[in-house]
């Protein structure tokens, strides 16, 4: 499998801004990015097709947050605009090395980083 790593993760006030980033140890088909809230589930955020360039966002975040690639360095990043107190949650980069459609479920990515916080205070 391989392997993730998210970075970028902070404490930032509403109306804020921040970009997380997520390096992959090799390819990968497509790439996501989940959240989970203290006591809350975990949250489908958005996913992207790598080769395709292909992105789809949460009706939540969608407007707000922006998922993007570079595959010359098989990173993904997630750039989070005016961010709002209910965004505060552990953000994980999971991602997959066989295709799947339309994956918005956890059991659709079979690589997980250890998650980064992302803190926005009102």
């Known amino acids: 499998q391989v392997q993730v790593v998210e970075s970028g993760g902070g404490s930032v006030q509403a109306g804020g801004s921040l970009r997380l980033s997520c390096v992959a140890s090799?390819?990968?088909?497509?790439m996501g990015w989940f959240r989970q809230a203290p006591g809350k589930r975990r949250e489908w955020v958005g996913f992207i097709y790598m080769r395709a360039r292909v992105t789809y966002h949460a009706d939540s975040v969608k407007g707000r947050f922006t998922i993007s690639q570079d595959n010359s360095k098989n990173t993904l990043y997630l750039q989070m605009d005016n961010l709002k107190p209910e965004d505060t949650a552990m953000y994980y980069c999971?991602?997959?090395?066989?295709?799947?459609?339309?994956?918005?479920?956890?059991?659709?990515?079979?690589?997980w980083g250890q998650g980064t916080q992302v803190t926005v205070s009102s």
């Open positions: 999971a991602a997959s090395q066989q295709w799947v459609g339309y994956p918005t479920n956890e059991a659709d990515f079979g690589s």
């Open positions: 090799g390819d990968t088909y497509c």
